[in-house]
């Protein structure tokens, strides 16, 4: 059982940046991570996600094509920790943010919630016009 933990939302004003951690209770080593989004009166979406490396140096992302050139998403296996960083921010990025650990392929990869067996609470992320 893994849970994970959020942290790091708040409110910035549109074009700013913020980054949002999400801690493991245990290893991530063999999962692959991802972070989506849920905005008010609106269905989940997928955000970003990173590979496991199998021990090498190489991680595999995968972006939403709305974040693409503003949100990073990186992993820190020894802190089992993965982050987002965004970047130009703006108001429809409002939303809670959630990460996720599931299994290691493409199709998780690519943002499909089934593939994700944990999830965390979520953090509250609202940018302001």
């Known amino acids: 059982q893994v849970q994970l933990v959020e942290s790091g939302g708040g409110l910035v004003q549109a074009g700013g940046s913020l980054r949002v951690s999400c801690v493991a209770s245990?290893?991530?080593?063999?999962?692959?991570m991802g972070w989506f989004r849920q905005a008010p009166g609106k269905e989940r979406e997928f955000v970003a996600a990173?590979?496991?490396?199998?021990?090498?140096?190489?991680?595999?992302?995968y972006y939403a094509t709305f974040v693409k050139g503003r949100f990073t998403i990186s992993r820190d296996n020894a802190k089992n920790t993965v982050y987002l960083q965004m970047n130009s921010l703006k108001p429809e990025d409002t939303a809670v943010y959630y990460c996720?650990?599931?299994?290691?392929?493409?199709?998780?990869?690519?943002?499909?919630?089934?593939?994700?067996?944990?999830w965390g609470q979520g953090t509250q992320v609202t940018v302001s016009s």
């Open positions: 990173i590979s496991w490396s199998g021990g090498s140096t190489y991680y595999a992302t």
């Open positions: 996720a650990a599931g299994a290691n392929n493409m199709s998780t990869m690519r943002g499909k919630g089934e593939n994700y067996d944990y």
């Open positions: 245990a290893r991530t080593s063999g999962y692959a």
